[in-house]
């Protein structure tokens, strides 16, 4: 039996407990998600894009998916610290696969703003659930279809037209299970005309020597001269799968930042697809990633330029060592009638080991005339001289290679909007580079 028959296997004998824990506007997609699912495999490294990641291999195992919504007595939002210093934020979780909100949301958002529960939202107000769910995300792609045709609950974010967030919203996902468990997440985020919010997003793992697999499908809707600001930050352990899949239109004079950082993790695949549907518009897609031991990371990106005079910019940055490895395939197309487009992508890669691999492939198509458009990618060692000119003034080999790897990476933290996240990203970076590979000792639950 392939990965995906079980899955839909398990819907099948289950179809009536995963409706009734969830809600009508999130069912209803269901039965077109199953119909997209018959006959369809998942990716393999015999497939195109996915040359270097299978994820048919990475949802093969039998993990546990909790479909009567077991609670897991932990209180969440009262006990789990995840601080950015000096930086105030308006908090929600997600443990393994359900919402829960910190105490005192509603009394810190400006009115009208959502950032709660999917399913709960779906049901309360399922018109506004119902414009949005399933719109972004293609939903003959075979990810998106078994999330659509599991997911359960997930997390809405709604800012009004006009309102601009003072706060940034955090969310913190965490695996926390007896057992080893499969999540399938749903991130919806609608930033309406002339509003503006930037979210943190944080993967944390508790069980550290627990078997884990996040599937998430993150759908997100930029409207007119709106501005969204979205960071992710991983820090999950060796024994968790990670596959994402972010899904982004905007709309005319928008702005958009896409910032995805790896510190730690098991095995990661981020997909990016960035459809820019109106004049005007400014993007950012871009992240880091680090990676030692065995970690496997891949990042995926494709922005669609569909309409004139717009700016897109891209960047990906990787430092990998001992057996790590690494992939980045980005894609910029140009389509008829996007005239005046300024389009860049940049991938660089550092390999700190001889054991260290990279898999690197830009790509450009351009169907139209009178456009800026450039794509390299560059992969390598450390600078040599470099290294020498810092042993020769006292400094120690290991103290030199970790200021120049720290130097590596300014530039990506730097594109970071937040403050408070810019500088707690310098220190965690700093300590992944001293060689610690597990922060969750510093956002813990405290029992």
Same mark, same amino acid.
């Given at each position: 039996? !392939?990965?995906?028959? +079980?899955?839909? !296997? ?24 199953? /119909? ?18 299978? #994820? ?10 909790? #479909? ?22 308006? &908090? ?14 509603? +009394? ?7 950032? %709660? ?16 769910? %399933? ?87 930029? %409207? ?7 960071? =992710? ?5 060796? &024994? ?8 982004? *239109?905007?709309?005319?004079? !928008? ?11 098991? *095995?990661?695949?981020?997909?990016? *697809?960035?459809? #820019?549907?109106? /004049? ?10 680090? %990676? ?8 995926? !990106? ?12 891209? &960047?990906?940055?990787? #430092? ?8 980045? /395939? ?10 005046? *487009? ?26 139209? =005339? =009178? ?58 970076? /700093? &300590? ?14 405290? +029992?």
């Amino acid at each position: 039996m !392939s990965s995906i028959d +079980q899955y839909i !296997s398990l819907y099948r004998d289950n179809a009536a407990d995963i409706d009734a824990h969830s809600a009508p506007a999130i069912n209803a997609l269901r039965p077109a998600a199953l /119909e997209a699912l018959e006959g369809a495999k998942l990716p393999t490294m015999r497939t195109e894009g996915y040359e270097k990641t299978s #994820i048919e291999d990475m949802l093969a195992p039998d993990f546990g998916v909790n #479909i009567s919504r077991v609670h897991i007595p932990v209180n969440v939002a009262a006990t789990f610290k995840c601080e950015v210093p000096r930086m105030s934020t308006v &908090m929600g979780f997600v443990l393994n696969d359900s919402f829960i909100p910190a105490e005192g949301n509603a +009394q810190r958002l400006p009115q009208g703003v959502i950032f %709660g529960s999917l399913a709960k939202v779906a049901a309360d107000c399922p018109e506004l659930v119902e414009r949005y769910y %399933g719109k972004t995300a293609p939903s003959g792609n075979v990810g998106v279809a078994l999330n659509t045709l599991l997911v359960q609950d997930g997390v809405i974010v709604y800012v009004p037209r006009g309102v601009r967030l003072e706060k940034p919203l955090q969310l913190v996902n965490i695996f926390s299970s007896s057992v080893p468990l499969a999540a399938f997440r749903r991130v919806l985020v609608i930033v309406d005309d002339d509003a503006s919010a930037q979210i943190l997003v944080c993967d944390h793992t508790q069980d550290c020597d627990r078997a884990y697999l996040a599937q998430q499908v993150v759908e997100i809707i930029v %409207g007119r001269n709106a501005s969204l600001e979205l960071y =992710d930050m991983e820090e999950s352990s060796a &024994m968790t799968s990670r596959w994402s899949m972010t899904y982004a *239109t905007q709309r005319e004079g !928008s702005h958009l930042v896409l910032n995805g950082t790896t510190l730690s993790n098991g *095995t990661t695949r981020n997909d990016y *697809t960035i459809d #820019i549907l109106g /004049e005007h518009c400014d993007t950012f897609l871009g992240g880091m990633a680090i %990676g030692s031991a065995k970690q496997h990371i891949d990042n995926d !990106s494709t922005v669609n330029h569909r309409a004139p005079r717009c700016h897109s910019r891209q &960047m990906f940055k990787y #430092i990998l060592d001992d057996d790590a490895r690494g992939a980045f /395939e980005g894609g910029i197309t140009v389509h008829p009638g996007a005239i005046l *487009t300024e389009a860049y992508q940049s991938n660089r890669n550092l390999l700190a080991s001889d054991g260290a691999r990279m898999h690197t492939k830009p790509q450009l198509l351009i169907y139209c =005339d =009178d456009v800026k458009c450039s794509h390299g990618a560059t992969t390598g060692q450390l600078d040599q001289d470099a290294l020498f000119y810092m042993r020769q003034r006292g400094i120690s080999e290991k103290t030199a290679r970790t200021m120049l790897m720290q130097a590596f990476m300014a530039d990506v933290i730097d594109t970071v909007g937040l403050e408070g996240l810019r500088d707690r990203l310098r220190h965690l970076v /700093e &300590m992944r580079l001293h060689g610690r590979t597990s922060f969750c000792g510093d956002c813990h639950i405290q +029992q």
